[in-house]
């Protein structure tokens, strides 16, 4: 059981990661769709 939760937390973090990244990512897009208008 307790393995089972560490995995779980490992994948929620890495799920988390990720979704910063991609908004990290969107952000960075729209400051450049700005700054070329």
Do not use: D
Request: include cysteine; charge should be neutral; hydrophobic fraction near 45%.
């Amino acid at each position: 059981m307790v393995g089972l939760s560490v995995t779980n937390l490992h994948l929620f973090r890495e799920e988390k990661a990720k979704f910063l990244f991609c908004v990290e990512f969107i952000q960075k897009n729209e400051l450049l769709l700005t700054h070329r208008e």
